[in-house]
Structures are given as C-alpha cells and as structure tokens.
C-alpha cells in the first residue's frame, strides 16, 4: 500500500495503529502495532481484527465495531489483545471512521495504548508525537493538500479526524484505567 506524507507520521509512532476495512480487515499498521504483537507487519496485513484478541474478547470487540458504526468513533474502548506467544495485554481503543468523498465509509484509523506500558513519560512521549504529528499534518495541508489525490485527501482527512480527536483527550487518565 502507497505510504502517503500522512501516514509516514506513524511509522514509528509511540502508539499502535492500524487502519481497518468497514469489515475488520487490517489493510496497514505501523511497526509499533506488529512489534507490540510480536508479528512481521506482512503476518498482519489480510487478517481480521479478530486474529489478536483472545475468543473470550470477541464480543468486547463486535459492540466496538458496532459502536464504530453506529457512531464513526470509537474511545476508550478496553480490549484485551492477544500476541503471537499468547500472552496478553490490556489496550485502549480508539477508532474514527475514513470516508471517500461521496462520504462512502471506507475502513477505520485505530490508535491502541497499551495500558501495561502507560507511565508519566509514556504520556509526555505521546503527547509530543500528537504535537509533533499535527504540526506536520498542518504543513501538509498548507503546502500539498491541493495536490493529493482523492485517495490521499481522504487518508490525509482521517487522520487529522483521528489526531484533533486523540489531541483533546486526557491521556493522564490512561494511568487510571488500568
């Protein structure tokens, strides 16, 4: 899949993400995510959603899709995430809807913290990516935006969606959700 400037944002991101189809099919994620689960990102893409929860989070997992329907957003959403070596991890979902531009619902973006690893830095760390990361979404949208494609607008749109809705979120409160 074309990396667009957008999405070179999340390469190495500190956070997990990953970009579904309106059925659940991971189409792309960054290193983080497949790192975290503990697969090369060539494993993961094709699969469903379903492949890293454990059964048990099945049903915590088809009311987030459902909610993600019904309301194009997903936050806060606690979901327990099975890797390759079976081990788990508690995470926090949070999902906004990408649409093409006759508003035809194409996927989601989807931002995990892994709540094991949330700690005071962790959260500074975060925090200066999503500054860092709506800066450089800005200057694109000053410089390129006219120039993209249909394809790359609708990816730039989602994920500034995605970033003006991770920027206002109190991520201190992570720690208490554990």
């Not at 975290?36 to 009311?63: D, Q, R, T």
């Not at 500054?131 to 935006?145: F, G, P, R, T, V």
């Amino acid at each position: 899949m074309l990396q667009t400037e957008a999405r070179k944002i999340l390469k190495d991101a500190p956070i997990m993400w990953r970009r579904i189809n309106s059925i659940g099919i991971i189409l792309d994620c960054n290193s983080t995510y497949a790192n975290k689960l503990g697969y090369a990102k060539s494993e993961i893409l094709g699969k469903s959603i379903f492949e890293h929860v454990p059964k048990e989070e099945f049903e915590a997992m088809n009311e987030s899709l459902k909610a993600w329907f019904e309301t194009g957003n997903v936050t806060d959403r606690k979901i327990t995430f099975k890797k390759q070596d079976g081990n788990t991890f508690q995470g926090l979902l949070h999902a906004t809807s990408l649409y093409d531009k006759k508003k035809n619902l194409l996927g989601s973006n989807t931002v995990i913290f892994d709540l094991t690893e949330i700690s005071d830095e962790k959260i500074k760390e975060i925090k200066r990516f999503f500054i860092e990361a709506k800066n450089k979404l800005d200057e694109i949208k000053n410089n390129e935006y006219e120039k993209l494609d249909e394809n790359s607008k609708s990816e730039y749109d989602g994920l500034k969606k995605m970033f003006d809705m991770l920027i206002i979120d109190d991520l201190k409160g992570l720690k208490n959700i554990k």
